[in-house]
C-alpha cells in the first residue's frame, strides 16, 4: 500500500475515534465509551461505499436488536427471555431484507440481557446502547465524507477511459497491418497496462457489488463491462500474434465486414455495428492465394470474430452511462 494512502487511512482512523470519544465523553447518557469506538473500529473503511454498508448493518442490527430486547424484557426476563429474543430477531431480519445485520442484531440482543441486574433492563438503557453506536457511526460518516470524500464512480470511469486510449491503437495497428500493404508490421503491444488497468476495474467493481448489489455498479453492467474488457485484451492480444505471422496487408484485396468495422468499434457508434458472419470460403482461397496455411486464416478469424462481438457487447453495455 502507498504511504499517502496508509498516512490517510490512519488520519481517519484518528480523527474519526477522537470525534466519537471527545462526543461520548461530554454527553451523560452514553456510560460505556468503548462501544462508541467499536464502531468507529468496525464502519471505517477505505472506500465510501463500504462506509456506507457497514454502518448500515451496524444501525439496522443494533437498533433492531435494542427494540426486540426491549420489547421482550417487558414480558419475560432473564435466559428465557434472551432466548425468546434471538429467536425472534433472525427472522425479523430475514423477513425485512436485513440478513447482513443478523449477527449484530444477535449481539446486541445478548449484551442487553447480560447485563449486571438484567431484570432491571428498561428503555432508557436500550436507548442508550443505541446512542453510543450511532455516536460512532455519526463521526466515521462525517469524517468520511467531510474531509476524504471519493467519487468511486468517476474512478472507474476513468479507468475504463484509459483502457480505450490503450486498446484503440493496437486495433488501430490490426487494422493497418492487415489491410494496408508493405512496411510496418504490427509492433508488438506490452499487455502489462491493460492487464493491470482491467485488474484494477475488478477490483473497484467487486468493492461496489458487495456493498451495494442493486447499485449503479449493477445498473449500468460494470461486472459484465469487465469481463468483456478482458475478453478484448486476450482476443486482441491473440490477434496481433497471429498477425504476425502473416506478410503485411494480407488483408488487403479481401472483403472483411469484422475487419473494416475493427477500428471504430470501441467509438460511441459500436453498438449499432451488427457483425456479419465470417466468409470461411473466401479465406480459404485467399490463404492458397497467399501460399499459407488455411487454418493460419482461419485462427485469425475466429479471433477476430470473438473480438468484434466483445466490442459490440461492450457498446451496448456502455449506452446505460449515467448518474448514479
Known sequence: MPTTSVLRTTLKYGLAAALAGSL???????????YTLVAVVMCMDE???RVLAASRIRVLGTVTGGVVGGLVHSIL??????????????????????QSSRGLGMLVCTLLFLVERYSQLEW??????????????????????????????????????QLRLTIAPRLEALHRGLKQPGPPAVEPSVPLDGNRLIVRLGQLVGDELRSSPDGWAHRQHWRQRQLLWERIQDHSLQMERLTR?????????????????LPAMLGSGGADRVPALPQRQSLVRLATGLQLSPLLLLALEDELQRLVCSLHSLALASRRDGPA
Open 24 to 34: 461520548a465523553l461530554n454527553r451523560k447518557d452514553v456510560e460505556f465509551a468503548w
Open 47 to 49: 472506500t465510501d461505499t
Open 245 to 261: 505471422m502473416l506478410p503485411p496487408g494480407a488483408f488487403a484485396s479481401a472483403t472483411t465486414p469484422w475487419l473494416e468495422d
Open 124 to 161: 432508557l438503557y436500550v436507548g442508550g446502547r443505541i446512542l453510543d453506536t450511532l455516536i460512532g457511526i455519526g463521526a466515521v460518516l462525517v469524517v468520511s465524507f467531510l474531509f476524504w470524500p471519493v467519487d468511486r464512480l468517476a474512478e472507474i470511469r476513468t479507468i475504463d477511459t
Open 77 to 98: 426476563s432473564g435466559w428465557i427471555g434472551l432466548t425468546v429474543s434471538l429467536v425472534l430477531v433472525v427472522p425479523l431480519l430475514r423477513w425485512l431484507g436485513w
